[in-house]
């Protein structure tokens, strides 16, 4: 019998993932930022001196997509690079107080969206959600 689309594992999570990313980018667009822009802010904020090579590896992203997403973010002056004495080539990245601010302005309705999607599951459920995926990537 051959397979439909609807019931590949490739269509079924990139459906998915499709209507997270809308539902969130929609939840955000209000405060002017992307989804893939908070995350970055957010990373920066959890981690110290993270550069873009470590955010790239992290979000399993092109350097050059991250580096168009921490330009924007530069532009609106939610972060500022940093250069590393002694290696011209290298930035660390920092959140700036405007940058702060705005993650605590998003942080509720973003915290409310994730609630969400934890409660259509349960505990056992995200476990094995989670090692699914863990798989397929």
Do not use: W
């Amino acid at each position: 019998m051959k397979e439909t689309l609807n019931n590949t594992v490739g269509f079924r999570v990139a459906r998915v993932a499709n209507h997270i990313n809308q539902t969130i980018n929609t939840l955000l667009s209000e405060y002017g930022i992307a989804p893939e822009q908070r995350i970055l802010l957010e990373i920066l904020t959890s981690c110290e001196k993270v550069n873009q090579t470590t955010l790239a590896t992290l979000l399993n992203k092109s350097h050059t997509t991250i580096s168009r997403t921490l330009d924007s973010l530069e532009k609106k002056e939610l972060i500022v690079k940093k250069s590393v004495e002694g290696d011209k080539r290298a930035n660390v990245i920092a959140v700036t107080p405007q940058g702060q601010a705005l993650l605590e302005r998003t942080e509720a309705c973003v915290l409310a969206f994730r609630n969400t999607l934890a409660q259509k599951l349960t505990d056992e459920e995200r476990k094995m959600l989670f090692t699914l995926l863990d798989k397929l990537s």
